[in-house]
């Protein structure tokens, strides 16, 4: 027969039961990492970019875990309060606001479970306050932006005059491009093309070297390129694709210059150890299509000035047959040069609207620290028709400006306009150390700016 457990024999085992040791659980060593390990932002700055913390721990939910930064190399840049944390889960998002100019290396730290713990550093660096920060935003992975053109949706393709890498960048938000181009293999360069100008007719974006000599004075044949790429999508969907490149159009405008009295001193201009840079040196930084065209191309010129003095005009020549010379190989064929009175000042970047409304970005000549005077200057485009100044633009700040974005109804009162400067040149971190020599790309920043014109 089976036994009987009495009441009191039942009630002895489930007290021996509810004394028996647990199965101990066991948790991993936490694992982080960073979206970025290097950062640049600003003081005041309005969105500056945000680092994405990806953590976990075996035997443990992620949304147990905590995030925080735990220390810094120099808490006068940014301390470990100014760094914030959001988010739940096994994404964190963490932003740092800076106090001061310089670098830090802030340690982030994610605690689970058990104690245990894991560390990144993430490296970090400030550049000082500018002017009206909340219009402001920085654009990474370069410093010497020189050209941009709109792609719509928000987001514009911008160059960069010490490389060949084109760049997709959301124009309200600071950061690296959302994607990148670099057709050296096919324009068949190694060194720069020294991008300074571009614009857009349809899906055809067209681009120009500078066409002029080295800060040396030397010849360098990429420089000497023009060429387009094809637009497909819009947006953070954009695309670029290869198209033609034509590496003539410096001999064209000398020979065209010479054969019209030599008018602006292109040979000279052009001559070796003559520096672009110059009042009578050769310098192109600006393209734009005439009002109406898609064959007639503004050519203009940072220098030589018209005449080439102090005081002197600014230089566009026209390019009549622009569309072929990309298209067949055409040689170039000019019209009367156009002479525009900007101050004494040259021009830096020139764009105009479906209206046919230019807008002139004017600047000095020299290779100077980018203190002389920029200004905006409205144009309808017609040769003889005097342009009309906008706004004077700030000079405190790091940078030179060098492009315009796109250009808004000018009829408009309080008509807004993004302007991008070259900081190559630029001390951003206080350090002595030029932004285009700056070691990690995620440090190189240009800046974009609105402006509301009056």
Known sequence: ???????????????????????????????????????????????????????????????????????????????????????????????????????????????GLGGKTATKTLYYAASDAVQNPAEARYLTGSSDAS??????????????????????????????????????????????????????????????????????????????????????????????????????????????DVANGDRYGFAAGTAAGEVPKQVDGFNVEGLEFAPGSTSTAYVGFRAPLAPAALGGKALIVPVTNFDQVLATGATAVFGAGVELDLGGLSVRDIRKNAANQYLILAGSWAADDNTDPYALYQWDGVPGHAPVKRADLPTTDPGGWEAVVDVPDLSVPGARVQLITDSGSADLYGDGTEAKDLTHPEWKKARAAWFTLG
């Open 1 to 111: 027969m089976k036994k009987q457990l009495s009441i009191a024999g039942i009630a002895a085992l489930l007290l021996v039961a509810a004394n028996a040791p647990a199965q101990a659980v066991t948790y991993g060593t936490p694992t982080i990492t960073l979206s970025a390990s290097y950062v640049s932002g600003a003081v005041g700055a309005v969105g500056d970019p945000v680092v994405n913390v990806t953590v976990g721990q075996s035997g443990a939910d992620a949304s147990a875990l905590t995030v925080s930064a735990s220390a810094s190399s120099r808490t006068s840049v940014a301390g470990t309060g100014d760094v914030t944390v959001t988010g739940a889960g096994a994404v964190r998002q963490l932003a740092v606001t800076a106090r001061g100019r310089g670098y830090t290396n802030l340690t982030v730290k994610v605690t």
């Open 147 to 256: 050209a941009a053109v709109d792609v719509g949706g928000g987001y514009t393709i911008v160059a960069d005059d010490e490389s060949n890498v084109l760049r997709l960048y959301d124009r309200a938000r600071s950061g690296a491009p959302v994607r990148t181009w670099d057709f050296s293999s096919q324009l068949g360069v190694s060194k720069e093309v020294d991008i300074e100008g571009a614009t857009r007719i349809g899906d055809t974006v067209y681009w120009t070297g500078s066409l002029g000599n080295n800060k040396d004075g030397e010849y360098k044949a990429p420089r000497n390129t023009v060429f387009t790429t094809k637009v497909t999508g819009s947006g953070s969907a954009t695309q670029l694709a290869y198209g033609r490149s034509y590496k003539k159009l410096r001999e064209d405008l000398v020979a065209w």
